[in-house]
């Protein structure tokens, strides 16, 4: 059986991650996937491995420790970096891994090439990374066998250290979302009007500018924020207004039953990504539901579904569109945004990926 030794960038979760999605659809592969260090002081890296896919066995690495030692003494670095790497590899060995394949979903994965016994090398670039050293990733993508760029301006700067880089865009749980005839949620049933929704986490930088400019031109509208607030700073300015309306993170389950039930789905930007062309999961999740969809942009940003998305380049813009969204007939522009839904389906993205594994012979 083939064999992955994973190196997540964030923990198993109900809400799956790309890294996820694509460690359960390994062809034929049985993965052993590791989370990040726990937190100090958590014993979970104590624990059995868990068995959250019929393919997938779970581990948490071993604590870092305290940060400040952790930044500050060189020995106590090493000794948590040999103490991670024997973790590593006595779990290996347990579940009789011999040369797997090794894919790492962040720079971290660096750190262990040379202490590990591996028959390929995979580094899956789904973000640009700015909390790791430089080198890391360097020396990564330089070892890679493959590199999975997840835009086209990451795979433009990955590719000057290794020429076998791949564009491999974010997905979505395409059938999950492609259904009609869902119900209306008991929440939303008292809602009178045109119901608009946000969907994400509403991050500190998150830029509500047009939420605000909707609720207050278009008072008989309701505008629901659906998501974990981490911070958002004009959150509270937006909650004083009667017809906007913060639900909280929903079970990932209920989406799209809320997703079905908007009159438009609404795709904002935040500050720090202003220089990124990263297509978020979110917009795959809107597409395959096939709802209208108003999208900020930024003034040079390229439209990646000028055919099926209604974007604004300003609030006031943002505002007529939402009307005209609101205004749309016939089935054609729902049935093109499912086209792309499919297209980004997690089965299709996992589907290219063992192709390619096995195109180079790292997967037989």
């Not at 106590?76 to 011999?98: A, D, G």
């Not at 795979?155 to 250290?161: H, Q, S, T, V």
């Not at 929903?250 to 220089?275: K, W």
């Amino acid at each position: 059986m083939r064999q992955v030794l994973c190196l997540a960038e964030q923990p198993w979760s109900q809400t799956p991650s790309r890294t996820q999605q694509l460690m359960s659809r390994m062809e034929g592969a049985q993965v052993l996937f590791f989370e990040p260090p726990a937190p100090h002081g958590s014993r979970l890296w104590k624990e059995k491995g868990r068995q959250v896919r019929p393919n997938v066995i779970v581990y948490t690495l071993p604590s870092e420790g305290p940060e400040f030692l952790v930044n500050s003494a060189a020995f106590f670095s090493r000794y948590s970096h040999r103490r991670t790497l024997r973790f590593i590899q006595e779990r290996l060995s347990r579940h009789h891994f011999r040369e797997p394949l090794l894919w790492c979903a962040s720079p971290a994965g660096a750190q262990f090439l040379e202490g590990l016994a591996y028959r390929g090398l995979v580094y899956d670039c789904a973000r640009l990374w700015s909390g790791y050293p430089p080198r890391w990733e360097e020396e990564l993508t330089t070892a890679a066998d493959v590199v999975f760029a997840v835009s086209p301006d990451l795979a433009r700067r990955l590719i000057g250290r290794n020429p076998n880089v791949t564009l491999l865009p974010q997905g979505c749980n395409y059938p999950m979302f492609a259904k009609d005839d869902l119900p209306r949620p008991r929440a939303l049933r008292g809602l009178q009007g045109p119901v608009f929704g946000f969907v994400g986490t509403l991050w500190p930088d998150l830029d509500l500018e047009p939420v605000l400019r909707l609720a207050r031109e278009r008072r008989d509208c309701h505008i629901l924020l659906i998501g974990r607030d981490a911070g958002c700073w004009e959150l509270p300015e937006a909650l004083e207004l009667p017809n906007v309306h913060h639900l909280g993170q929903l079970d990932p389950v209920d989406l799209p039953d809320y997703l079905h039930s908007l009159d438009a789905c609404l795709y904002l930007l935040r500050d720090s990504e202003a220089n990124s062309d990263i297509i978020h999961a979110r917009l795959f999740e809107y597409l395959s539901a096939g709802r209208p969809i108003v999208a900020m942009l930024r003034p040079d940003q390229v439209e990646h579904f000028p055919d099926v998305v209604y974007g604004a380049h300003t609030p006031a813009e943002f505002v007529q569109l939402c009307d005209r969204a609101t205004g749309e007939v016939g089935t054609w522009a729902r049935d093109r945004r499912r086209e792309y839904g499919k297209v980004a389906a997690w089965s299709s993205r996992a589907e290219q990926v063992n192709r390619i594994l096995e195109s180079i012979g790292l997967f037989r």
